[in-house]
């Protein structure tokens, strides 16, 4: 079965470095999402993005954020300067139409 | 605005017990309800889906529109049944396209 691959699986960053986390969707998919929890909070929506563009995005995805697909395979999360609260679980996730997400196993990104 | 609410986080039964995880929704429009599960360590996983009315791993579920809600049943729990649960939503139109609101999640132990 097709899975949505996330490297790496654990980062540890220094607060204020910038980090990029990576994404290999299915490869017939069309939209594609970023995710966060925080521990021990709920799953949180971050960004959703279609046709080489973000159709929608959180409160949660300030400028520090950004998100690219620059190569027809990879989707990219970019934080520019971490904080210690972006300290999360960041899990990937692509659909082809509009039901049936597939995740990816996520990263857990550590700011220290 | 959408919200999903599990009251429970956390949710303990004998193996062979019947077992209900509750889920309510607040959605203007009509919602298309999921339930994502989590096995330990490894990634969101969906069980189910409101418009596929499927039974998975012995799980039902149905949409209440009266009470808004969509509780997770099985009527004999097995210990791999053990793990995270995620009841969530996703709009119908417009910004919310695609977009998944997620419950706080909702434990469940199975005991031998």
């Known amino acids: 079965e097709p899975e949505v691959t996330q490297t790496p699986s654990h980062q540890v960053t220094q607060m204020g470095q910038e980090v990029i986390l990576r994404c290999v969707p299915i490869s017939n998919h069309l939209y594609f999402y970023w995710y966060r929890q925080i521990l021990g909070q709920k799953v949180e929506f971050l960004v959703s993005f279609y046709n080489n563009e973000i159709s929608e995005k959180s409160e949660i995805f300030d400028d520090q954020f950004s998100v690219e697909r620059p190569d027809g395979s990879n989707f990219t999360l970019k934080i520019r300067s971490t904080k210690l609260e972006d300290s999360a679980m960041y899990f990937c996730?692509?659909?082809?139409?509009?039901?049936?997400?597939?995740f990816g196993s996520g990263t857990r990104l550590t700011v220290v | 605005a959408q919200r999903v609410t599990q009251p429970e986080k956390l949710l303990s039964v004998f193996k062979g017990a019947p077992v209900e995880l509750k889920c309510n929704y607040s959605y203007s429009g009509s919602p298309e309800l999921f339930w994502y599960v989590q096995y330990s360590r490894q990634r969101l996983q969906l069980l189910l889906r409101?418009?596929s009315r499927e039974s998975i791993k012995g799980f039902t579920a149905d949409l209440n529109k009266g009470e808004t809600s969509f509780h997770l049943k099985k009527p004999f729990a097995q210990e791999e049944d053990s793990a995270m649960y995620y009841c969530a939503l996703s709009g119908t139109g417009g910004t919310s396209y695609g977009k998944l609101t997620f419950g706080q999640g909702t434990i469940l132990t199975v005991h031998p």
């Open positions: 996730a692509s659909t082809q139409g509009y039901y049936g997400y597939t």
């Open positions: 409101h418009i």
